[in-house]
């Protein structure tokens, strides 16, 4: 027997079967070609020399002996530092289907390893909650089945943009064009925006084709779409180019990128679609943004103004500020200012419980353009795991809440809310977003579901791949590695963003026909929305159906 | 769906003419009700002034009919004429109706001297009082308090009904009559459901279905203005987008059409006033319509207005000569009501068209939501 003592057993030893993702190779299929261990991200798995015992019979002298050869084969890694995430880019380029990640269906000893050095697991992605969303359970009732004809959706016009900005009231409205008062900015735009995603975040050929596909979506397609930076900025030609009409430039509390800006706006073309002032984040409240130093290239460094290679936290507050009805007083009009109260200015929170009293700032604010709520399911390019599995708000209730506050008060046109926090996630994106809409919001912002759908993301709920913040997304999407982001052709993202868009302006055509709505958006039409959950039809007044 | 007719002529006629024109129409509704207002009064056995507000309504039992004489006493509203229907209540399918009443008031001393304004205010008031004065017990249905304007509502064939309260018997005329043929089958039997709809002189009634209803009565809830209340039917907030814009906005008739049917961008961007045009889209974005729907309406000053839905997916007419005109869903009907016009000048507008028929009645403004918005602020 093998003494204990001479075989390597730390506390955080573990064995595949421990492991969250667990390496299936086929020894009789493997060629030994190596593409798999050369794509691995994380280099889970290796080429090793092993040994395999053969019987020896020899049968003359009825005698029974061992042989032994020696191959070469896969071994997963079980290191906490390489373990494998299920990405499946191994089974993607093995040219004989002999190797893929599997689910652990083992307990997942794993997690209780990922503190080394004293530091909790940070990660990128999503929240890992599996299964069909509420949002994924509303139902779409009121079929207008009173009257005929019944609207079709393929031959009749329908108005499916939506308003950004601040809406005055009618009477004011008149007050001021009679007296020629100053009339807040608007944007009329598809209700289904491209969420705020740095450049840094994203990789350039990522970000740089969904923007191209957004100016397809506008320029050829006729659908206003539009897409929010994130914190971080936007290259200098974008920011003197006629692109940038079609961008919602993301202010937050790093600032990152805002110098670039700030110098370009003498200099710019076209006004950007709308400013959006970032106070939290759905998948991570209360915490800043974080790009993590594998991401800072050159690139990056240039944009943000820092040094290469730093972590790049953006604190959790605005520094200069004291409370949120300070920094929104202040930084509305500030920005709004800049671009000479001709740029919608919103802030960007969290759900919570409190969003409805950050609203209520907001509508004594002439300056404020709307609302972006941001709800758990929310994604994020990095942030420590437990803010993105524990802390948050959801989206709907959140959005209902704010929504029925302002039609207390008949303000439900003034103040446009917008909502994003896995709109999507499971696929069914105009489905999500037509259900919040029909819940209150003016909008819906997609990211992981741009991600997933334009570039083929592999993330998904099981913690699959999810490694966004450490730039070595195998797909490119989220790495500033040259060598990872150029497999992502942009001109093959623009085609998707193209693609995706046109498809969810069908559905929503199909959504809203039957319920006999053509000529604006169904904001707030909860009539015609139910859910087989009483408690959740309760909480969101909408109808119970069974 | 319903059935609607309208008729305008400079001399007062009977209510029963429009009946003949339901009646002509009968193929196309379920004859579940007959909603019917008259403006431009004239009663057979009183000179009315027109001066004098008109309370309309049905006592459904005697106790509630002392609950609302007794009110109006209280209040100081001075009876000066209570027109009694010859009554053949065995054609009346409901059993719980004591009176049918319209009754002609003059106001409190404290009023009479006030402006228009307050005056209307104060019918209003009155009117939305009365409504609360209504039990379970003893049911109270207030339809309109205005001066010159009745109104009667009732379950049944419209022809019926007419029989059942002599209409035919000359004893009540007007110069404008709207009939609306069913009581509103898309929710619950209820009499408020009925069309036309009434607030502070203005009305409208309406075929088809209002699929952006709810939206659109939380945003007119959230006006907090006394009047918009009730919307037991989809089609009332019509009638409360047309007071909102002639009233609380003061615009001008044609901008109700912008309001409800706006113009595209498309089209907006190449009208004289589009700049205007897509603020005011905007603002009023929550009270867009989407049809299918005609809807008639009259004003106080007895312009009636009939306008379709943005993809004209309803059917309404207008046709007439000098003095006498008529609204109907369907060509039949106006035959009815005017046989002696030229048909070949019959009009069905369009989804762009408001048509007008003002007061003097003498021809029609065919008003297209291209031309130029007749409002000074937006030039």
């Known amino acids: 027997m093998v003494s204990v003592r001479s075989v390597s057993i730390t506390p955080s030893s573990l064995t595949p079967s421990d492991l969250r993702w667990i390496i299936e190779h086929r020894e009789d299929r493997c060629t030994l070609c190596g593409n798999c261990t050369a794509i691995c991200p994380k280099g889970a798995i290796r080429l090793a020399h092993m040994r395999q015992r053969v019987p020896a019979l020899d049968v003359f002298n009825k005698k029974r002996g061992n042989d032994y050869r020696t191959f070469t084969g896969i071994r997963q890694e079980t290191d906490a530092a390489k373990l494998c995430i299920g990405c499946g880019m191994c089974a993607m380029v093995c040219p004989n289907e002999a190797i893929t990640p599997i689910p652990g269906t083992n307990e997942n000893r794993t997690l209780f390893f990922e503190n080394r050095k004293g530091e909790p697991m940070k990660r990128g992605g999503r929240r890992n909650a599996t299964g069909p969303t509420l949002l994924d359970r509303i139902v779409f009732h009121r079929i207008s089945m009173l009257t005929d004809p019944a609207l079709d959706a393929g031959r009749h016009e329908f108005t499916t943009t939506t308003t950004l900005g601040r809406i005055l009231s009618p009477e004011e409205f008149l007050e001021r064009t009679v007296s020629g008062g100053w009339i807040p900015p608007t944007r009329e735009i598809f209700p289904f925006v491209i969420g705020s995603m740095s450049f840094g975040a994203l990789s350039p050929n990522m970000w740089l084709g969904l923007l191209q596909g957004v100016a397809y979506c506008n320029e050829v397609l006729g659908l206003p779409v539009v897409m929010c930076t994130g914190e971080g900025g936007c290259p200098p030609w974008i920011l003197r180019s006629q692109y940038l009409k079609y961008i919602v430039l993301q202010i937050a509390s790093g600032y990152f990128g805002w110098d670039e800006i700030i110098r370009a706006i003498p200099e710019m073309q076209c ?30 460094a240039r944009l943000r103004g820092v040094p290469e290679g730093v972590d790049l936290p953006s604190p959790p507050v605005h520094q200069t500020l004291y409370s949120i009805e300070e920094s929104v007083m202040k930084m509305l009009q500030t920005l709004s200012m800049a671009f000479n109260h001709q740029v919608p200015v919103y802030p960007k929170i969290s759900a919570s419980t409190s969003a409805k009293s950050v609203l209520n700032n907001l509508v004594r604010n002439p300056y404020a353009a709307g609302l972006m709520i941001d709800g758990i399911d929310g994604g994020t390019g990095a942030a420590y795991n437990v803010s993105m599995d524990a802390t948050g708000h959801p989206i709907a209730s959140c959005v209902r809440d704010c929504y029925l506050e302002l039609a207390k008060y008949g303000k439900q046109n003034e103040v446009p809310i917008f909502a994003a926090g896995g709109i999507g996630k499971n696929g069914n994106v105009a489905q999500n977003g037509m259900a919040m809409i029909m819940l209150g919001a003016s909008g819906v912002h997609i990211g992981k579901y741009m991600m997933q759908a334009a570039a083929g993301c592999l993330g998904n709920e099981k913690n699959r791949c ?32 193209a693609e995706v868009f046109m498809s969810i302006n069908t559905e929503v055509k199909k959504i809203m026909a039957p319920l006999g709505r053509s000529q604006s958006l169904p904001i707030g039409m909860s009539d015609a929305i139910g859910i087989a959950d009483q408690a959740a039809a309760d909480r969101l007044h909408i109808q119970y159906i069974c | ?103 002609a008031y003059r106001m409190p001393v404290e009023f009479r001297d006030e402006s228009d304004d307050l005056r209307e205010a104060e019918l209003l008031r009155a009117r939305l009082a009365l409504r609360k004065l209504s039990t379970e017990e003893d049911p109270l249905t207030i339809f309109s308090f205005y001066p010159d304007v009745a109104m009667i509502k009732e379950v049944g064939w419209p022809m019926q009904i007419g029989d059942a309260l002599c209409l035919h018997d000359g004893q009540l005329k007007s110069r ?53 209340t009730g919307y037991q039917s989809d089609s009332e907030v019509f009638t409360h987008i047309l007071h909102y814009a002639l009233k609380q906005l003061k615009l001008p008739l044609q901008a109700y ?15 004289p006033q589009g700049d205007f045009l897509t ?68 009009f069905q507008p369009m989804r762009e068209h408001t048509v007008i028929i003002p007061p003097h009645r003498k021809e029609l403004e065919i008003w297209s939501q291209y031309d130029r918005f007749p409002l000074p602020l937006a030039a």
């Open chain 2, 279 to 346: 603020g005011l889209r905007q603002v009023c974005k929550r009270l867009i319509i989407d049809g299918p729907n005609a809807v008639i309406g009259t004003l106080p000053d007895e312009t009636s207005l009939l306008v379709m839905d943005q993809k004209k997916l309803r059917p309404a007419m207008v046709g007439g000569r000098d003095g006498v005109w008529g609204i109907a869903s369907e060509m039949c009907g106006i035959q009815a009501m005017i046989p002696d016009r030229d048909a070949s000048l019959d």
């Open chain 2, 257 to 271: 059409k912008h309001i409800i049917t706006p113009l595209s961008n498309k089209e907006l961007a190449n009208h």
């Open chain 2, 176 to 228: 404008v009559c709207m009939a609306q043929g069913r009581q509103n089958t898309n929710y619950g039997i209820n009499l408020y459901a009925c069309h036309p709809f009434f607030i502070q002189g203005i009305s409208t009634m309406t075929n088809g279905e209002n699929t952006a209803f709810v939206p659109i009565r939380d945003w007119l809830l959230g006006k907090k203005f006394a009047g918009y």
């Open chain 1, 466 to 497: 999810n490694v966004c913040n450490l730039g070595i997304c195998p797909k490119g999407i989220t790495s500033q590695n040259p060598k990872l982001y150029r497999r992502l052709d942009p001109d093959k993202v623009a085609e998707r963003v």
């Open chain 1, 271 to 300: 006004y950007p679609a709308a400013i959006e002032i970032k106070y939290g984040q759905g998948a991570k409240p209360g915490d800043g943004g974080l790009l993590m130093w594998h991401k800072v290239s050159k690139l990056i």
């Open chain 2, 1 to 103: 769906m319903c059935r609607l007719a309208l008729k305008t002529a400079r001399e007062p006629f009977s209510p029963y003419e429009v009946l003949t024109a339901m009646e002509a129409m009968k193929e196309g509704y379920d004859g579940s009700g007959l909603g019917l207002l008259l403006r431009g009064m004239e009663f057979e056995d009183f000179k009315y002034n027109p001066r004098f507000p008109i309370l309309s309504g049905i006592a459904h039992t005697e106790k509630a009919w002392h609950r609302m004489t007794d009110y109006m006493e209280e209040m100081e509203y001075e009876l000066k004429y209570d027109h009694r229907f010859a009554m053949r209540p065995e054609l009346i399918e409901a059993q719980d109706r004591f009176r049918y009443f319209m009754r």
